[in-house]
């Protein structure tokens, strides 16, 4: 017993209780949440990881927090027009990758804040899915990237899923209304952030490159707008070979990984 509470007192900071939800034996993750601001970003981000996660056997769900209803260069499109489009387009691109749900938060495009609503709606996302493995947004601006990573949804949700992750999903003092809704406090065991500059943990996706290029292109409101069209597979194939290069694969994507 005084061991036990010698181990205690010297643990510097609370873990994850043994019955949790450590990935398997294997290493594999079993479940895995990605949560993106707008149609389009897990695609960008991370499509071959999530490709290879999915292929690896984890069950992996998607939260888009906005409805993308900004994602158009047309003043006079229908907002509602346009969501649908964009749900759609994502749901197919989420199904080229092995995606099994995508859940759509319905926020307005462009309006996101971190406030606690923001945070309490990550928090049941997460309470209801249980994933091991959250993939989610930058939770600040980096400077020396290029400032599409930047928008301010991708900064708001980054920063709200970070604060659902720690402390609010495993805390059952936390958000009581959900746990009163059957939301039990769940603990996530690592978060990874597509990082493109500073990331150092690498992932080899040279067997899912072109499922990644195949989701994008379902993308269609996005990759082709009328006058600015571009060629997303070599701008992509680019980057994946540069970042291949830095960790030994043909093709790789980069991450900051988090234990939690
Ligand atoms: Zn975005």
Redesign the pocket.
């Known amino acids: 017993m005084a061991t036990k509470k010698t181990q205690r007192k010297t643990a510097p900071r609370p873990r994850a209780s043994a019955n949790s939800n450590a990935n398997s034996k294997d290493g594999k993750f079993r479940r895995v949440l990605g949560v993106?601001?707008?149609?389009?970003?897990p695609e960008?981000g991370a499509g071959g990881s999530m490709a290879k996660l999915a292929a690896d056997g984890a069950n992996v769900t998607y939260v888009i927090v906005?409805d993308g209803s900004q994602?158009g260069e047309d003043p006079k499109q229908k907002d509602s027009e346009l969501k649908a489009i964009r749900m759609k387009e994502q749901r197919a691109a989420a199904k080229v990758l092995g995606v099994k749900k995508v859940e759509f938060l319905g926020y307005k495009d462009g309006h996101l804040a971190h406030d606690l609503k923001l945070r309490r709606d990550i928090v049941r996302m997460i309470r209801k899915h249980k994933p091991e493995l959250v993939i989610t947004?930058i939770p600040g601006r980096v400077l020396d990237a290029p400032m599409?990573g930047s928008?301010p949804?991708?900064i708001a949700v980054g920063e709200a899923t970070m604060a659902a992750v720690y402390p609010d999903s495993r805390n059952p003092r936390a958000f009581r209304g959900l746990l009163k809704q059957g939301f039990q406090p769940h603990v996530v065991n690592e978060v990874w952030i597509p990082y493109w500059t500073l990331g150092d943990y690498y992932v080899d996706i040279s067997k899912t490159l072109d499922k990644k290029l195949a989701a994008l292109k379902e993308h269609q409101s996005q990759v082709a707008k009328p006058g600015m069209e571009w060629d997303v597979d070599k701008w992509i194939r680019k980057r994946s070979r540069d970042i291949g290069k830095k960790a030994g694969y043909r093709y790789a994507e980069s991450f900051k990984r988090i234990k939690v």
Do not use: I, L, N, R
């Not at 993106?36 to 970003?41: L, S, T, V």
């Open positions: 993106f601001a707008h149609p389009d970003d960008f906005t994602g947004h599409g928008h949804d991708h």
